[in-house]
């Protein structure tokens, strides 16, 4: 008796399986999910994922567009080919379309639709990523990177990593081995992960980037990697210079015009690694705007605003902050130039727009001002060499300061230099004294910092540590 009925349980159980399997399958959704978010609508969402309205209502049968309660799950039409739940990351330098598709195993075609990518432009770094989290815990492929070197063939890459050519041909989504190029960055399953920067060679292991980028300001870019590197690289029209810390980094300085229109700029690193492997990248990086304010107009001597006395000035003024000295002379922040009671005294700020002479606000100024009347003592901020101490129409008596790696600091309307080129100052020696010589209204000190030939806030090296 108990036999047949065990016969019956399991004939029913058989019976049922294909229909609760279908119900399984039914309660998938047929695309990905957007979770809403406190002041998300309907419009906000169609204009996020580029869909129209009537789409969304009609695929998620949505009886009243005007009430979206906060946490319903939208399944977003027109992705067929993607599954999960829809998340945002923050794109980071050293990624591109590319990389991007194959970290996460997202067909490059479907990221591009996904994200409304037209151009590889719109992948910046700090840009936002929509991905599908698919629920497994982590939104990366359990991969680390593996580079083609120089010389090396896709069969050799496999042994040497102990990987099926082919299994590589397909996590990358690669139609054939003559499609990597020696320096190419591979993602292969079975390896450590990995997380470095996904388009640069895995002998880099981290890439960073000062953040955020703002007009006159300095740029940091930091690639941690091995010794015997040769890199170069440039930001928007700037050469960047790379030099090898103690601690195995390279480190580019780079000051950011103040003037420069907020908006994407291309940071491009290039080089060899020690091995022969060739290091090609280049990203958009967005400048965002410093909100400087405006100076009350000027009114200063008209021989001081002359192009024929200003422009051989600043062609000069250019000439002598242009070398670029592999020794860095300072560490640590900056200290004051002037006595610590004056040190917070600010008549004028640097990237302040300016107005000269009835002209228009044409111009900015290029230093921090200092508080002091005529014969307040000048020290140098941090050791270093002095190229240039003498009197100009603009700038009055003035000295510069070679600090290594670019970066300058500069002096003006001294009423007395108390140094000579040549001359190797340390840090809080006395170098001149405050005063009005050169285009000025008033006694003071004119103070620039000066990083990759651009006039940067000197207040950015007062409070922070740059390596």
């Not at 980037?209 to 300001?217: A, E, W």
């Not at 004051?336 to 002209?359: A, E, I, Q, T």
Request: hydrophobic share 40%; aromatic share 10%; net charge negative.
């Amino acid at each position: 008796m108990k036999k047949h009925t065990w016969v019956k349980l399991a004939f029913i159980l058989i019976l049922l399986w294909p229909f609760g399997y279908a119900q399984a399958q039914e309660d998938q959704p047929d695309g990905p999910v957007y979770i809403t978010q406190a002041g998300d609508t309907l419009w906000s969402i169609s204009q996020r994922f580029g869909v129209s309205i009537d789409a969304l209502v009609s695929k998620n049968g949505i009886a009243d567009p005007n009430q979206l309660a906060i946490g319903a799950h939208l399944v977003i039409p027109g992705l067929e080919g993607l599954q999960g739940v829809l998340v945002t990351q923050t794109v980071p330098y050293g990624e591109n379309l590319q990389s991007l598709s194959r970290r996460y195993q997202i067909p490059v075609d479907l990221m591009a639709r996904l994200n409304h990518y037209t151009s590889p432009e719109e992948v910046y770094a700090g840009s936002t990523l929509i991905i599908p989290d698919q629920g497994e815990g982590d939104l990366e492929l359990g991969s680390g990177r593996a580079t083609l070197r120089a010389g090396q063939s896709l069969l050799e890459l496999a042994i040497t990593r102990g990987v099926n050519p082919w299994a590589i041909l397909a996590e990358n989504q690669l139609p054939g081995s003559s499609n990597v190029l020696p320096g190419d960055t591979l993602y292969l399953s079975g390896l450590a992960d990995d997380d470095g920067p996904g388009a640069l060679p895995e002998a880099v292991s981290a890439i960073e980037i000062s953040s955020p980028l703002t007009q006159g300001q300095t740029l940091v870019l930091k690639l941690d990697m091995p010794e015997g590197a040769s890199l170069h690289g440039r930001f928007h029209d700037r050469d960047l210079n790379f030099f090898h810390t103690v601690d195995g980094a390279y480190i580019a300085l780079q000051g950011i015009h103040a003037m420069l229109a907020p908006g994407l700029y291309p940071l491009t690193v290039n080089g060899e690694l020690a091995d022969g492997t060739p290091l090609r990248f280049s990203q958009s990086v967005y400048v965002q705007n410093g909100n400087y304010p405006y100076d009350p107009p000027l009114v200063v001597n008209s021989e001081t605003m002359d192009l024929e006395n200003t422009q051989p000035e600043d062609e000069q003024w250019s000439s002598l902050v242009k070398p670029v000295t592999a020794e860095k002379s300072w560490d640590g922040i900056f200290q004051s130039p002037v006595p610590d009671y004056l040190s917070d005294c600010f008549p004028s700020l640097f990237g302040n727009r300016r107005s000269y002479n009835d002209s228009g606000y044409y111009y900015f100024h290029t230093g921090l001002d200092f508080c002091g009347s005529t014969g307040v003592d000048i020290y140098a901020p941090v050791p270093g060499l002095v190229v240039f101490a003498g009197p100009l129409m603009v700038r009055g008596n003035a000295t510069v300061i070679d600090h290594g790696w670019g970066v300058y600091t500069a002096y003006a309307h001294q009423s007395e230099i108390l140094v000579g080129v040549g001359d190797r100052v340390e840090t809080g020696q006395l170098i001149g004294l405050v005063g009005e010589t050169g285009r000025v209204t008033g006694p003071h000190l004119h103070w620039e910092v000066i990083v990759g030939s651009v006039q940067v806030d000197p207040l950015q090296w007062l409070e922070q540590e740059f390596p």
